[in-house]
């Protein structure tokens, strides 16, 4: 069982920047790949960026150049850098974590409300 918990999430304008964090703890909690995704209401969660097993970060299209996916392994944290946000990236964001070679995550956060008003 492996434990995620998010912060940072928060309301904030257009073209501003928020940090999201994600802590994981429990068995063999660093040996996941770990992601963002997010959901829109009544949509299905979609991925954000994911590390993958070639140590690939992966990105969504529409947030390439403005959201980063950093880790930090001494602290089993991972976070998700958001600049130039824009209303449509107004979201539920999840934390991730993915076994190896399965094609979705095994475990989720409890979720950080993302809001960029116009």
């Known amino acids: 069982q492996v434990q995620l918990a998010e912060s940072g999430g928060g309301s904030v304008q257009s073209g501003g920047s928020l940090r999201l964090s994600c802590t994981a703890s429990?068995?063999?909690?660093?040996?996941?790949?770990m992601g963002w995704f997010r959901e829109y209401p009544g949509k299905a969660r979609q991925r954000v960026a994911e590390?993958?097993?070639?140590?690939?970060?992966n990105y969504a299209d529409d947030v390439k150049g403005r959201f980063t996916i950093s880790q930090d392994n001494d602290k089993n944290t991972l976070y998700l850098q958001m600049n130039s946000l824009k209303p449509v990236d107004t979201a539920m964001y999840y934390c991730?974590?993915?076994?190896?070679?399965?094609?979705?995550?095994?475990?989720w956060g409890q979720g950080a409300q993302v809001t960029v008003s116009a």
């Open positions: 590390f993958d097993e070639a140590g690939i970060i």
């Open positions: 991730s974590a993915r076994e190896y070679r399965r094609p979705i995550p095994s475990y």
């Open positions: 429990g068995d063999r909690a660093s040996s996941y790949y």
